[in-house]
């Protein structure tokens, strides 16, 4: 049986990015989760055109119930080894305009989702851990008695530095970075490595609605001179879901170009 990898927010952008190359180059079968369904089935769709298998599932990452649905699907689909949380959404504006509907919105779908599903994937890892000793007949074995399973956290640079017009959006990054960590800490004894990358200013539907003067101040701030891709963000998740970083934990690989040195 393939091994699975579910990946959030993966219906397009830098996601859509992640699922393909984790299933061309990785051979994983894809759950492709989004909010809107019509385009993870369109995602899910030219995963098997490239010869893996992948499901759509709808889901609002920010609400448990919907969550633990999907990943019950996602362990129906297959052995999953590896979650990707990239889902996520700016809602900017200056600190003194900003709502505090907007505030919660933010740090629902981009920290607290992660929260919620990292949760409920590390329970069933967990469980299945749990057996694997009994059978073993032993109390506490090392980490490599059981399969290796990964966890991608998708941060922000901005997490680093702040950014004007962002306090919601680099809170929950900042957040991200610090779950990671832990999880890091506490899901290690039973061999799953949790990591984040930080992405710097990447082409994707969400920038392409930014006012054009701030684009054009970001990209001359940039010493590769250009807007990174969701390629460039997929690269750095497949090493991280990759046996190549079986001993990387804890740690954050910023992607920006330069941006943040
Ligand atoms: N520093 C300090 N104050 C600033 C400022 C800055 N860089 N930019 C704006 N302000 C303040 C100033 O008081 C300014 O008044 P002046 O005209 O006197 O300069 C006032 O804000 C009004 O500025 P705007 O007319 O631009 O205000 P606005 O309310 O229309 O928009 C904004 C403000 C929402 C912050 C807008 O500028 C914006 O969208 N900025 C982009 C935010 C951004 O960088 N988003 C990153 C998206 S990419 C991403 O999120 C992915 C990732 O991981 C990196």
Redesign the pocket.
């Known amino acids: 049986m393939s091994k699975v990898a579910i990946v959030t927010g993966a219906g397009r952008g830098i996601g859509r990015g992640i699922a393909l190359k984790l299933a061309k180059e990785l051979d994983y079968n894809i759950v492709v989760v989004d909010i809107d369904e019509e385009s993870a089935s369109s995602v899910a769709q030219e995963i098997k055109n490239v010869g893996k298998d992948a499901i759509a599932v709808k889901c609002d990452v920010s609400n448990n119930e919907d969550v633990e649905r999907m990943v019950e699907k996602s362990f129906e689909f297959g052995e999953v080894d590896a979650v990707v949380n990239n889902a ?1 959404i ?1 809602r ?3 600190l003194l ?1 900003m709502s505090e509907k907007d505030w919660d919105m933010v740090l629902n779908i981009n920290l607290k989702a992660l929260f919620l599903i990292n949760k409920a994937v590390c329970s069933k890892w967990v469980s299945e851990c749990k057996k694997i000793a009994e059978d073993l007949g032993e109390d506490r074995p090392a980490p490599s008695a059981y399969p290796k399973r990964k966890i991608v956290n998708i941060s ?3 997490a680093k530095g702040g ?4 306090a919601n ?1 680099v809170s929950s ?1 900042a957040g991200v970075i610090g779950l990671t960590k832990t999880i890091a800490k506490e899901m290690s004894r039973y061999n799953v490595n949790c990591n984040a990358v ?5 082409k ?1 539907p ?2 392409d609605k ?2 054009e003067k ?1 684009i054009n101040k ?1 990209i001359a701030a940039i010493p590769l001179q250009r807007m990174g891709l969701p390629e460039d963000i997929a690269g750095s998740v497949k090493f991280l879901c990759s046996p190549d970083s079986d001993y990387i934990t804890g740690f954050s690989i910023e992607v920006d170009g330069g941006l943040d040195m």
Not at 163 to 166: E, K
Not at 198 to 202: K, S, V, Y
């Open positions: 996520g700016t900017d504006s200056l305009k922000s640079i901005v950014n004007v017009g962002q959006y990054k930080q992405p710097g200013f990447i994707t969400m920038t930014m006012p701030i970001f």
